[in-house]
């Protein structure tokens, strides 16, 4: 399993034409690929809003779930994904987190500190048909949401860039309590790792953005190791 998680993907960043150089690499080979959210900086999936990058991508899932598991969490960074676009993947989700038959847990990780109130009452706010409905119909509206969004980035500062150590261990024991094996989070362009007692793990994934890793994941034999893509068995 290859997973990749924030990888902000925009035309402005300039960091698409190496971005689907991987995907095009990731081609020689079969393996389940997971995407952990904000793999595009924005992605508002509806007519007007999307870009080419956004058509192009989901062409190429489209075009791969015939052979391997694609999969895609819904991050902070995506709006209406799972409502619009779930078809292009083998599994599409906005919710905080989807379990697989196997006992691992895949996050975004956007929700697990809940004390990041603001942040919180802002999600609920746009994630929702009532907005979507408006949004759908605003003239400019995709000049707007971008102007909405780079206002947000400016606040906020504490909770974005500070790793929430003790709510990601309360969020890994609740669900190690559930019967999860080992969780798979993005979010906070940070690697970490939490082991309870009886060897159950949490990862928080290094952002592609700026490391260009993705995270292998081997089933058989449950090893997880954090690597350049260029360094991806095909």
């Given at each position: 399993m290859i997973i990749i998680?924030?990888?902000?993907?925009?035309?402005a960043a300039g960091n698409q034409v190496i971005f689907f150089k991987m995907l095009e690499s990731f081609e020689k080979n079969n393996h389940e690929l997971i995407f952990l959210g904000d793999i595009?900086?924005?992605?508002?999936?509806?007519p007007h809003y999307e870009e080419e990058i956004h058509r192009d991508f989901?062409?190429?899932?489209?075009?791969?779930?015939?052979h391997r598991t694609i999969g895609y969490m819904e991050g902070n960074h995506e709006y209406y994904l799972a409502n619009e676009r779930a078809s292009d993947f083998t599994w599409c989700s906005e919710n905080a987190w989807r379990r697989d038959d196997g006992g691992v847990l895949f996050v975004h990780g956007d929700q697990v500190n809940r004390r990041d109130k603001q942040y919180l009452a802002f999600r609920k706010l746009v994630k929702n048909k009532i907005l979507k409905f408006i949004v759908c119909r605003l003239p400019?509206?995709?000049?707007?949401?971008?102007?909405?969004?780079h206002r947000f980035k400016k606040t906020n500062r504490k909770f974005r860039l500070q790793l929430p150590k003790a709510q990601l261990e309360d969020f890994a024991k609740a669900r190690f309590a559930?019967?999860?094996?080992?969780?798979?989070?993005?979010?906070?362009?940070?690697?970490?790792?939490?082991?309870?007692p009886d060897?159950?793990?949490?990862?928080?994934?290094p952002d592609w953005f700026s490391?260009?890793?993705?995270?292998?994941?081997?089933?058989?034999?449950?090893?997880?190791?954090?690597?350049?893509?260029?360094?991806?068995?095909?």
């Open positions: 998680t924030d990888a902000h993907i925009s035309m595009f900086d924005l992605w508002v999936a509806m989901s062409a190429w899932c489209r075009s791969q779930k015939s400019f509206g995709p000049r707007i949401t971008r102007s909405i969004k559930e019967g999860i094996q080992v969780i798979f989070m993005g979010h906070f362009h940070q690697q970490y790792l939490y082991r309870n060897a159950k793990e949490l990862h928080v994934l490391t260009q890793k993705v995270t292998i994941f081997h089933r058989d034999s449950n090893e997880i190791q954090s690597i350049h893509w260029k360094e991806v068995d095909t």
